[in-house]
Nanobody, 113 residues
Framework: QVQLVESGGGLVQAGGSLRLSCAASGVGFSIDVMGWYRQAPGKQRELVAIAGGTSTNYADSVKGRFSISRDTNTVYLQMNSLKPEDTGVYYC??????????WGQGTQVTVSS
């Protein structure tokens, strides 16, 4: 059973930084793709950043401010220059080609103006 545990969320003022972490357990090999999504109140869940192999992809709204990195089956999201519109629940996602998609339970990020 694949489990994803996120940490690092919290409350920060606009312009501040946070670093999210997501550790996967129950997997005996390197996960194909890991990434971060977020869901703001009243909005749909959206991609923030994703990393697979040597490739990374970012939402336009976070390019230049956020950076995704991986250490085998742990994925990090360094968030700088945070804005109030970055507020939401951030979810970690793991994609295992042969087994499907797995989600963490989410961590709240709140950016005050």
């Amino acid at each position: 059973q694949v489990q994803l545990v996120e940490s690092g969320g919290g409350l920060v003022q606009a312009g501040g930084s946070l670093r999210l972490s997501c550790a996967a357990s129950g997997v005996g090999f390197s996960i194909d793709v890991m990434g971060w999504y977020r869901q703001a109140p009243g909005k749909q869940r959206e991609l923030v950043a994703i990393a697979g192999g040597t490739s990374t992809n970012y939402a336009d709204s976070v390019k230049g401010r956020f950076s995704i990195s991986r250490d085998t089956n742990t994925v990090y999201l360094q968030m700088n220059s945070l804005k109030p519109e970055d507020t939401g629940v951030y979810y970690c996602k793991a994609i295992l080609t042969a087994y499907g998609d797995f989600w963490g339970q989410g961590t709240q990020v709140t950016v005050s103006s």
